[in-house]
């Protein structure tokens, strides 16, 4: 079994800037996919970034040049850094991880509350 814990989330003043980070713990070896969602209230969850074991990376194009995903694979930690945050950016943000150990499974965190307001 895999657990995820997140942490880092807040308020914010727009403009400003938050760090989430993410760890994997359990019986891990390997982590294919890490990525960060979020769901702002009464929005469907949508994906943030996406960043696989080799560093390749994806966003949203609402975050782009605005967000960074990155990883560190010893430690199965996933960070997002957010910077220039927007109103908009308040929400939910959630881990996801899946291909853990090869295994096609996907594993969710229970998220961190980002808000942004003045």
């Known amino acids: 079994q895999v657990q995820l814990v997140e942490s880092g989330g807040g308020l914010v003043q727009p403009g400003g800037s938050l760090r989430l980070s993410c760890a994997a713990s359990g019986s891990i070896f390997s982590i294919y996919t890490m990525a960060w969602y979020r769901q702002a209230p009464g929005k469907q969850r949508e994906l943030v970034a996406t960043?696989?074991?080799?560093?390749?990376?994806n966003y949203a194009d609402s975050v782009k040049g605005r967000f960074t995903i990155s990883r560190d694979n010893a430690k199965n930690t996933v960070y997002l850094q957010m910077n220039s945050l927007k109103p908009e950016d308040t929400a939910v943000y959630t881990c996801?991880?899946?291909?853990?150990?090869?295994?096609?499974?996907?594993?969710w965190g229970k998220g961190t509350l980002v808000t942004v307001s003045s």
């Open positions: 960043i696989t074991t080799g560093g390749s990376t």
């Open positions: 996801y991880v899946d291909r853990v150990n090869g295994n096609y499974k996907a594993y």
